[in-house]
């Protein structure tokens, strides 16, 4: 035989091969695996992607605990009128600023007043606004909360009652089990504003009870 004949038989038997592969080879691996010892092939493998295995690969999720952390709510008391245009204290909430005392928060919150959005439904407040915090002295169980002498002038009796009541409710509801005292300028107030109220101390809703 010669070369030529070789060569040109050789190229029909490669030509057969893919086309028995191509028609035949699913029904020839389906064969081929019903018997046992026989090694398996598998056919098409050039045409395996990847897309797959990047479908079938996890989703790395991040989750943003940035803001998980929950700020804390205190009460400020302020007044309004009810349905009947009787006076009332009415409690407004804050939310504390990390870092920040929570007392001295508090307090100063109390003499800024109401916001704008407060204001405007109603709520008002009898603390003069020249009120200033002069310090703010804890120590174990005793807070000492020292005013200027602004807090007890203007308006009369009933003016200087309800901001006493803005700040025992205020001061007391937010520290539960602490004493706290009233210092105007540095001194302890036992008698507040020109008609000479009396207090007693520490404060508590009962301060004011003759």
């Known amino acids: 035989m010669s070369n030529f004949s070789k060569i040109v038989i050789l190229i029909l038997l ?56 929950k700020k804390e709510v205190v009460d400020i008391y302020f007044l309004a009128l009810d349905s009947n245009d009787h006076g009332i204290y009415k409690r407004v909430q804050r939310e504390v600023p990390e870092n920040q005392d929570k007392f001295e928060y508090i307090i100063n919150e109390l003499l800024k007043g109401p916001n704008v959005i407060e204001k405007a439904q109603g709520t008002y407040t009898e603390i003069p606004k020249t009120t200033k915090l ?61 008609e000479g109220i009396m207090i007693t101390q520490p404060l508590n809703e009962k301060s004011l009870e003759i």
């Open 134 to 194: 002069l310090s703010i002295k804890q120590t174990g169980n005793k807070i000492i909360i020292n005013f200027s002498g602004d807090f007890q002038y203007g308006g009369g009796t009933d003016s200087i009652y309800s901001r006493m009541m803005q700040l025992i409710k205020t001061a007391v509801n937010n520290t539960k089990g602490k004493k706290i005292y009233l210092y105007l300028d540095g001194k302890q107030a036992n008698i507040i504003g020109g």
């Open 14 to 69: 490669v030509l057969s091969f893919f086309f028995i592969k191509e028609k035949y080879g699913a029904s020839i691996e389906k064969t081929l695996a019903s018997f046992d010892g026989i090694p398996k092939f598998e056919f098409n493998k050039k045409n395996k992607t990847n897309k797959e295995e990047r479908v079938k690969k996890p989703v790395q999720v991040v989750q943003n605990n940035q803001n998980s952390a």
